[in-house]
């Protein structure tokens, strides 16, 4: 018998302000940051790891939230845990006083996904697989069990979908041979942050297509002149076919989104993404139908599975950018995926910041194999930076993420990496002065006014 | 010149689970809590106080997020801070990295609340005045100046706005006038809670009456049958023409709702409070449709602007039940107030906890006076304790909140109550034992299990 015998939280932050990485129209000076937990057991060999991700300050607020409510782990057998991965979820999250700061939102739904992200990465360790491949080893009951349907029963139903799940069982062997010869199609992010210089955009759209990317997306939403100058250039490296996507980062009110996207029509973007309030339904429905042949895309601040059910409800969404470290874990992000099914909305998960990529990579490639059984409109956003602090580091080849073969979630970080950028004590923030006012984004802030 | 020179902030909880106040069918053990915030100044008469409100555990969390969205005020002239009351709330709100977090919900934003709280308490106090009548002395225009109208222009310009606080501009000194005589109109919660026995009902029904109540609201959704017994006993006590309204505090799912609500419609109750998630705008357009002429109230988990926004443009409710620690305080509740004049929906604020009815008798009075004009369909919540612990507490007689007087928000409690709550250090929790296991949510957490 092994036992969870206690839950570590370290406050992880990487200075990516220094580089401008990261920076659109409303987080300008992000440092990338994770609110990491391991859950540890008797066996030295066994951990689970997890994290959520955030953008520097009140990684510690994350962090506290997550060692609380990680606690009533400590002391559980991990067979118990692992064998039952909807007991452990709803034990979880059946706590009504931390559920009153929600509910199922903001910093204590963050901490939900770290801690449940650590629990399913512990629960692939045990089976020896990689989660893609456990999630895509369980039946359609063993998934309808751990999926929490919770308020969704007015769209989809336990017995829906059980039905939807087994509808996709015949060819889940070949998509995957298919998968393991291709990789899972993905996109870049890499090229487009909006303090890059026009020589870097085009310098960097050329490396994306010469990589093997089809997909490229930039930033916009700051200065329409800059958007219109900026996309130019990107149209003129990449030609008409490649599809270009763009991203306001929630900056504009609805009337507004609907002018300034159709001032960039003329490029031809794919989809823009997050118009507006992440929390906008009836707007995004707004923005969708006043733009459209453009798509809307969002999610990556989609709080949880109620506000997705409503965008697929109010036909707001041409694609669902689900986040792997903002829903909580598994157990919500599969509700998500049947009911964008239900729906026939493609799922485009959101990733970058640090080991979004590691996680989302499992997520889409299950989607293939067990849910959706189709690539059409598909594709994985793929940032390349970070990945160097990661035990087992995505892969990406000629636009493809190659699909994991490690037990696990592939969420565990280098010890040396925990050491060097552990917030405030690490190696890297010591030398610094022990603070993130080493970083534009802690100066920017020092004056008290902020952009 | 006097200086905003630190930040206190107190985790304060009272143990309201060992008398079962506050239980209903989502939260049966609440320990009623406050996340406790002083602004200091260098004048020691001078300080402001504000707080938000939660459950119990999980204070700690949102103490530490007040401290940190707090310290940007350390420094600043007062002068400066209650003279642009919108430029201080867009100066906190600005922080992209705490933006992250939320945006604009669950932790982070009660802090914000907290903070802004504890600002506009400030204000009134270094005005002289309760801070209805400070708001009630604006002018249109600075009213329009410190509210929140992002991602609403959709519904509400800022030219909208003024329009509408100007057609009430006239008349405002007379409904002063006439709230003095006769107070502003409130209900009673205090019989109804879910863990009272049948009893203790009956009695604390006709407490209510007497007291002059119109007005009477209990707990259901655990189970039907109980549900009934008490429905019926309720309206033995008070006849057919007092109010009865049902809370079932967001346990049902859509299609639940609809079927336990008609199951209780012989005993005609006003409105049916929470019947779903508190995110689902369109489940609660579902239900209104279906339920009706019963209502439907929601609020009290309304994240911010956005989603009430989209609950008017849905017809989704029929009273707003706006809390006030949970928006960002007066400059977000000002727009949420402006939208339910637009759209025509009564706001009946939520209160009970701990202090909220101290506060949203201001923001009552502050409607009937300068936006909404009116007290049809106008009833505010009041609920019967830990009333002792504030300086400057409410005051209801014959149904209705007598006008507060003194300067400030009504927030600021007693040095001693402080000493005695704060937790864990505080003399209650010592004797205690230093932790909530002394209370019943805390015994029922502690076997790993909770409901």
Not at 85 to 110: C, F, I, N
Not at 160 to 168: D, H, S, T, V
């Amino acid at each position: 018998m092994t036992i969870i015998t206690g839950v570590d939280v370290l406050d992880v932050r990487f200075p990516t302000s220094l580089s401008m990485d990261g920076s659109d129209a409303m987080n300008k000076d992000g440092d990338y940051s994770a609110a990491y937990v391991i859950l540890r057991t008797d066996d030295p060999e066994l951990a689970g790891y997890g994290f959520t991700f955030t953008i520097g300050r009140g990684n510690d607020i994350v962090s506290l939230a997550c060692d609380r409510r990680a606690q009533p782990l400590v002391g559980l057998d991990v067979a118990d845990v692992v064998g039952d991965l909807g007991a452990v979820y709803r034990t979880l999250k059946s706590d009504s006083q931390m559920r009153w700061l929600g509910p199922e939102k903001g910093v204590e739904h963050l901490a939900m996904a770290a801690v449940m992200n650590a629990v399913w990465d512990l629960a692939a360790r045990v089976a020896g697989r990689p989660l893609w491949r456990l999630l895509s080893e369980m039946s359609p009951e063993q998934l309808a069990d751990v999926a929490d349907l919770q308020y969704l029963s007015d769209v989809l139903t336990r017995d829906e979908a059980i039905g939807l799940l087994r509808e996709m069982m015949p060819g889940r062997a070949q998509r995957i041979a298919e998968l393991e010869s291709s990789g899972y199609p993905c996109y870049t992010t890499s090229a487009g942050w909006l303090g890059y210089s026009d020589e870097k955009l085009r310098r960097l759209c050329q490396e994306a297509l010469d990589a093997g990317y089809r997909h490229i997306k930039l930033k916009v939403g700051a200065n329409l002149d800059d958007d219109i100058r900026r996309l130019r250039i990107a149209r003129e490296v990449i030609g008409p076919d490649v599809a270009l996507m763009i991203d306001a980062n929630q900056v504009w009110d609805v009337p507004e989104a609907i002018e300034w996207v159709t001032a960039l029509a003329e490029f031809r973007p794919l989809w823009i993404e997050e118009p507006t309030s992440p929390d906008d339904v009836l707007g995004h429905a707004t923005i969708r139908r006043a733009v459209a042949p453009i798509g809307v895309a969002t999610g990556e601040h989609g709080m949880n599975r109620v506000l997705f059910k409503q965008m697929f409800q109010a036909e707001a969404l041409d694609f669902c950018q689900l986040d792997s470290a903002r829903l909580a874990s598994i157990n919500e992000i599969l509700a998500v995926y049947l009911m964008a099914k239900k729906f026939g909305v493609p799922v485009c998960p959101h990733a970058g910041g640090v080991g979004l990529c590691e996680l989302v990579q499992h997520l889409s490639i299950f989607d293939y194999v067990a849910v959706s059984g189709t690539l059409e409109n598909r594709v994985t956003e793929y940032v390349d930076h970070l990945h160097e602090h990661f035990v087992d580091p995505c892969i990406v080849r000629r636009g493809g993420y190659v699909l994991p073969t490690a037990p696990g979630y592939s969420a565990q970080m280098h010890e040396e990496s925990l050491a060097r950028y552990r917030y405030p004590d690490g190696g890297y923030w010591r030398d610094a002065g022990g603070s993130q006012a080493s970083t534009p984004s802690e100066r920017a802030c020092s004056g008290g006014e902020k952009d």
